[in-house]
């Protein structure tokens, strides 16, 4: 199974659980049916119990095209306590949620740089290339932004991440690690992002945390303070350059698909 389509594994899961819900009473229908066959009288009642489970089953048999087809269900506007706690993800539209991606250091400089040549800039873009394209995928909206990109002003969205990995001159350093804004104004909403990150991160990839490296330039990252104050953000370092080369120039898509899982992790979806 690929390892993205495990997220769909709740999905799938409730499928099956509505499928034996769905034979049970089916069994239980058939039965009911045999034993009044020897009454004429009970006819009218057969009848009317195969009506009665049209209308049961009737919904669980529409086909997915059915389903997308329908109206949406119009929800209440978010109160102002909602909102403080959600980050403004219940003010967008639920069904099509916005997620901002930055490439780190796109547009403005080529970050990190190894010995031979290679560098942060490269690295970072092709991951953001791909957790947008994932979450595309997914059903999400997603905008690729460039390190200083105009967009950021006031950007409005329900999740931002920027993506950077971490120098390649420290001998010996592996890890990852996410961070939040320091002064954060929706501090449940943020953490939530930065707890679904880590852990998705951490699964896919199979990398530790490196808390301990957090800097202020992470928790006082620049876009931190250029998008709204409700639209959640956060900051990843996807590795060490050096000691984690392997996964970071040789796996990008598996280092993408962490950082996408913690996204829809966020998402709820
Ligand atoms: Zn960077």
Redesign the pocket.
């Known amino acids: 199974m690929d390892e993205f389509e495990i997220l769909c594994y709740h999905n799938f899961m409730s499928k099956r659980r509505q499928k034996k819900q769905t034979q049970t009473i089916r069994r239980t229908t058939i039965k009911r049916g045999e034993q009044t066959m020897f009454s004429i009288t009970m006819i009218t009642l057969l009848i009317a119990g195969v009506l009665v489970g049209f209308e049961l089953f009737g919904p669980n048999e529409r086909s997915n095209a059915e389903i997308r087809m329908m109206p949406p269900v119009v929800q209440a506007a978010p109160t102002k306590e909602a909102v403080a706690v959600t980050g403004n993800l219940l003010a967008r539209d639920y069904a099509k949620p916005l997620v901002g991606i930055v490439s780190?250091?796109k547009g403005y400089d080529p970050?990190?740089v190894c010995a031979d040549g290679w560098s942060?800039v490269e690295v970072n873009h092709i991951i953001a290339a791909e957790v947008v394209s994932l979450l595309r995928r997914r059903g999400v909206q997603a905008d690729l932004l460039d390190e200083y990109d105009d967009r950021l002003t006031d950007y409005k969205a329900d999740a931002l991440v920027s993506i950077?990995?971490d120098s390649c001159n420290i001998p010996g350093a592996t890890g990852f690690k996410v961070a939040r804004v320091t002064d954060s104004a929706i501090t449940e909403a943020e953490d939530r992002l930065v707890t679904c990150l880590t852990r998705e991160y951490a699964a896919y990839t199979g990398l530790s945390a490196h808390p301990a490296s957090i800097t202020d330039g992470m928790t006082n990252y620049h876009a931190f303070n250029e998008i709204t104050p409700l639209t959640p953000g956060a900051i990843i370092e996807t590795g060490f350059m050096l000691d984690d080369r392997h996964l970071l120039q040789y796996k990008p898509k598996i280092v993408a698909r962490g950082i996408a899982a913690g996204i829809l992790c966020f998402l709820g979806r």
């Open positions: 780190g250091h970050g990190a942060e950077h990995s």
